[in-house]
């Protein structure tokens, strides 16, 4: 029997970290739980923007628990930009003996990256959609990683190129 796992995205807004775990989901029959629907949920229930960041991590953790509980294997999608979101997600995996697998898209080609972000229209209810001028400056929050992780390079594939290479070097096909 396979150990259940933790997968967890990771990447700036526009990475493409949502594709990859939309498409490893699908392909393995996993729950997403991605945290920027949860934060523009708090948004709607108006608690206050400043309040939401870690709380939405929490959140999807809380809920990424649950399922972890019942034996399912969860991806979870969300910028993880610093140590103590990462950290979250550890700390879950130990409490549940789950393995924990760090997935992080980047995208190499700034110039793709920026129309991806210009062109994109997530519609999620209450969040609008993040100009590149935020994407820079997330960049500049983004912490170095010190926890192993597979990382991807989205500039140049497909979506589904990019999901298959995930699913192979998890040994998902």
């Known amino acids: 029997m396979r150990q259940i796992r933790l997968i967890v995205t990771a990447g700036l807004p526009g990475s493409g970290k ?23 949920a708090m948004w709607r229930s108006d608690i206050p923007k400043y309040m939401t960041g870690i709380a939405a991590y929490e959140v999807a953790a809380a809920v990424a628990e649950e399922n972890l509980k019942l034996g399912l294997t969860v991806i979870v999608d969300a910028v993880n930009p610093v140590e103590a979101a990462r950290a979250t997600w550890v700390r879950l995996s130990k409490r549940q003996k789950s393995k924990l697998i760090f997935v992080e898209a980047h995208c190499s080609d700034e110039g793709v ?61």
């Open 113 to 173: 990256h920026r129309k991806r972000i210009e062109n994109r229209v997530r519609g999620i209810t209450g969040m609008p959609d993040i100009p590149w001028e935020r994407v820079e400056e997330r960049r500049a929050e983004y912490e170095p990683w010190s926890i192993d992780r597979i990382t991807i390079d989205t500039a140049t594939k497909s979506p589904e190129a990019l999901v298959q290479d995930v699913l192979v070097q998890m040994g998902d096909v």
């Open 18 to 40: 949502s594709i990859i775990a939309e498409g490893h989901a699908r392909a393995i029959g996993a729950p997403v739980l991605s945290v920027d629907p949860i934060e523009a």
